[in-house]
């Protein structure tokens, strides 16, 4: 049986430290699923702050969010939203952090999350976001994992890397 690859484990040991990875996303009910990308920080122990603030209903917070989220040492943001999911879009637009986007499914989606897809992934051009596919904040905990691997090795702390 094919076992996955042991990617991007920056830390043998508990995460401690200031965050280095923010997950924000739109609504409280975005949690179950977004908890997929914390669940993939914390096994390879990066550690990750989590926060529920919505581009429509909290718009100067997410702004204040995201401008000074470098300047407190995060180095990768991932971004959940569903409906016209503008959140991972307007987090990339004020800050130079990479942001990842995860669409995520709404009961209340006309399109079984296309809609937030189609949003997350057409931004215009010079304000990127890298976009995972429908729900999957797995892939975005691992994806942010392995560019803190790559742009520092040691996740930021003199550990051995497994
Ligand atoms: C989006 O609207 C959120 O990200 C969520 O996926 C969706 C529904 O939000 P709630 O009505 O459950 O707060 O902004």
């Not at 581009?55 to 971004?79: K, N, T």
């Not at 130079?96 to 669409?103: D, R, S």
């Not at 057409?122 to 976009?131: D, K, L, R, S, T």
């Amino acid at each position: 049986m094919a076992t996955e690859p042991q990617l991007a484990v920056v830390a043998t040991e508990p995460a401690e430290g200031p965050p280095l990875v923010g997950i924000l996303m739109g609504s409280q009910s975005d949690m179950d699923t977004m908890a997929g990308a914390a669940k993939e920080l914390a096994d390879r122990g990066i550690e990750h702050e989590v926060r529920v603030l919505s581009a429509h209903r909290q718009p100067d917070e997410v702004a204040e969010y995201a401008r000074s989220a470098r300047a407190r040492g995060i180095r990768v943001l991932i971004a959940g939203a569903g409906l016209s999911a503008a959140l991972p879009g307007v987090v990339a637009a004020h800050t130079e952090l990479p942001v990842i986007g995860v669409p995520l499914s709404s009961r209340l989606s006309v399109a079984s999350g296309l809609d937030a897809l189609l949003s997350v992934v057409q931004m215009p051009p010079g304000v990127p976001v890298a976009a995972v596919g429908l729900d999957n904040a797995r892939n975005a905990g691992i994806l942010a994992a392995r560019i803190i691997d790559t742009s520092m090795p040691s996740g930021g702390r003199p550990t051995a890397v497994a």
